[in-house]
Nanobody
Framework: QVQLVESGGGSVQAGGSLRLSCAASGNSDNWIYIGWFRQAPGKEREGLTLIKISNGGTNYADSVKGRFTISQDNAKNTVYLQMNSLKPEDTAEYYC????????????????????WGQGTQVTVSS
């Protein structure tokens, strides 16, 4: 089993920054990848980015590329999401997720391929 705990959400004005944290615990064989997703009211959950724990490889959705950065601190079993140049449309509940599965460019952003989820943290960006 894997437990994921997000923190760092809050309210910020457009153009501002926030850093989210995802602390993982449990069987580390189950977090080959850790990713970040978000879900706004009335919308589907959107895959934003992921990191492969073993080698630090990353991928990003076009909607956040160049503004968001994922990173890891292996000593703390923690993955971060640095969010810069925030826009009102970034307002959503943000979730981290973990999976032991092999992922591809065609699958990483799909919720079904992720086994473990955190409880979420709210990010609100005002104009």
């Amino acid at each position: 089993q894997v437990q994921l705990v997000e923190s760092g959400g809050g309210s910020v004005q457009a153009g501002g920054s926030l850093r989210l944290s995802c602390a993982a615990s449990g069987n580390s064989d189950n977090w080959i990848y850790i990713g970040w997703f978000r879900q706004a009211p009335g919308k589907e959950r959107e895959g934003l980015t992921l990191i492969k724990i073993s080698n630090g490889g990353t991928n990003y959705a076009d909607s956040v590329k160049g503004r968001f950065t994922i990173s890891q601190d292996n000593a703390k079993n923690t993955v971060y999401l640095q969010m810069n140049s925030l826009k009102p449309e970034d307002t959503a509940e943000y979730y981290c997720a973990a999976t032991p599965r092999s992922l591809s460019a065609l699958t990483w952003y799909k919720s079904d391929f992720w086994n473990y989820w955190g409880q979420g943290t709210q990010v609100t960006v005002s104009s």
